[in-house]
């Protein structure tokens, strides 16, 4: 009798099981839309058997124990973070008595929902190999500008010792660099945050490998960011009362709710979901039909190469 092989490598949930879980039902699924070929195909689900790649954050060419570093100690305290801020988003607590890092633990986390897709990676794995040279080069010239005491007195001396797996270590770093820009992440705790709930108990907003839906940037008087977190309720950062007054009573009047779901079905790349599959016509006109954006300049390709550890 033959047995069918396991999966090689790590499950890495660019969708956080502790998000998707949200628009489980009774029985703890939920509905996962895709387009496998042209038809948009539903397909009940746990929350951990979608939204993933395996080995997804590995850092190839390290030991073992190492290669899985980005996943382990950096994604899952993002989500971790996340998770506990959600909770209070949920419950009813007045945001205002949310803590410096509560909220920058929700921050963070959708700027990770932004970047952490597997498009993305590839993108910098394409964007390292394309210029990892060039920046190798502009570290030599520059190499007293950002040499560190104890630091070899040459470039070819700190090259000799760099780690053999450079370019991977960099891949990892620049990810987790876009992540995490403090910048960002202090704009948006600076913002007014608020979550707004639909007034009836249906289910009715969908969420996907995309769900943060936002403006062209967000240090404008009228930017806002907007993302599902349950069926029923979305959370709101705005930068003014007018901004907050105008999403509220869009809400009111149902043109918001038709506006996230149509951003975030169309923002897709590979998933829409909802807690069951009666969205199949709303989705089968809408998911991918937005080009993936990259959100991160090529200048942010960290600029000192490791050393051997």
């Known amino acids: 009798m033959s ?7 790590e499950k890495h949930h660019y969708l956080p099981v502790f998000y998707l879980k949200r628009w489980a039902g009774r029985d703890g699924r939920l509905c996962e839309y895709s387009r496998p070929q042209d038809a948009v195909k539903p397909r009940m689900t746990h929350p951990s058997g979608t939204g993933y790649e395996r080995d997804l954050y590995k850092i190839n060419g390290l030991r073992p124990e190492s290669s899985q570093l980005l996943e382990r100690r950096f994604m899952k305290a993002v989500d971790q973070r996340a998770s506990d801020t959600l909770n209070r988003l949920l419950d009813g607590t007045d945001l205002a008595t ?3 890092d509560q909220k920058s633990g929700w ?5 990770s929902l932004v970047q952490r897709h597997p498009e993305k990676i590839s993108w910098i794995t394409q964007i390292v190999d ?3 040279d060039d920046r ?13 005491p104890g630091d070899p007195p040459t470039f070819g001396e700190y090259k000799a010792r760099m780690d053999p797996n450079a370019r991977e270590i960099l891949k990892a770093e620049l990810l987790q660099t876009i992540v995490d820009l403090p910048t960002v ?16 108990l249906r ?19 009228m930017s806002h960011i907007i993302m599902p977190i349950s ?26 709710l038709d506006h996230v779901n149509h951003t975030v079905a169309a923002q897709a790349q590979k998933f829409v979901y909802f807690h069951d599959d009666s969205q199949l016509g709303f989705i089968q006109d809408r998911l991918g039909k937005y080009p993936v954006q990259f959100i991160a300049p090529a200048q942010t390709i960290p600029y000192r190469p490791p050393l051997r550890t």
């Open 185 to 200: 992440g202090a704009a948006i705790n600076k913002m007014l945050w608020g979550v707004a709930t639909l007034n009836d």
């Open 231 to 256: 069926p029923r309720a979305l959370f709101v950062a705005v930068n003014t009362l007018l901004k907050l007054t105008q999403l509220q009573q869009a809400l009111r009047e149902g043109t918001l």
């Open 107 to 111: 921050s963070r986390f959708i700027m």
């Open 130 to 132: 394309e210029r990892y």
């Open 3 to 9: 047995t069918i092989p396991r999966p090689a490598g």
């Open 203 to 221: 289910p009715r907003f969908l969420t996907s490998d995309r769900p943060v839906v936002l403006t062209n940037g967000i240090g404008f008087e």
């Open 136 to 148: 190798l080069a502009e570290a030599e010239a520059n190499y007293q500008t950002f040499r560190k």
């Open 98 to 100: 949310l803590n410096i």
